[in-house]
């Protein structure tokens, strides 16, 4: 059974960092691209970046640019996601997807984790 889960998110302050974790089982973990979405409430769930099984990275939000950094460890089955200078604008929960190449389109994707919670208080 593919299992993924998110964890890293919390309340922070604008400019302040942090590290969202993406940890995958069930699947041959390096054969698979991952991707970041988030979502606010009310809103469709927006691709933030992908990191293909070469390990080069796609970012498809523009106001993540600079900002955001994705990474994988294929040693620990895990992916994450470095995002720095955190704006309120950046609220959402945040959720990992996995699939055998990367795009930016919510439906692309065959499994999901629960997501995780990203709060940036102005």
């Known amino acids: 059974q593919v299992h993924l889960v998110e964890s890293g998110g919390d309340l922070v302050q604008t400019g302040e960092s942090l590290r969202l974790s993406c940890t995958v089982s069930?699947?041959?973990?390096?054969?698979?691209?991952v991707a970041w979405f988030r979502q606010v409430p009310g809103k469709e769930r927006e691709a933030v970046s992908c990191?293909?099984?070469?390990?080069?990275?796609?970012t498809y939000a523009d106001s993540t640019k600079g900002r955001f950094t994705i990474s994988r460890d294929n040693e620990k089955n895990a992916a994450y996601l470095q995002m720095d200078s955190l704006k309120p604008e950046d609220t959402a929960i945040y959720y990992c997807?996995?699939?055998?190449?990367?795009?930016?389109?919510?439906?692309?994707?065959?499994?999901w984790g629960q997501g995780t919670r990203v709060a940036v208080s102005s």
């Open positions: 997807a996995i699939d055998f190449f990367c795009k930016g389109v919510e439906n692309h994707f065959g499994f």
């Open positions: 069930g699947v041959p973990f390096r054969a698979y691209a």
């Open positions: 990191i293909k099984t070469s390990h080069e990275t796609i």
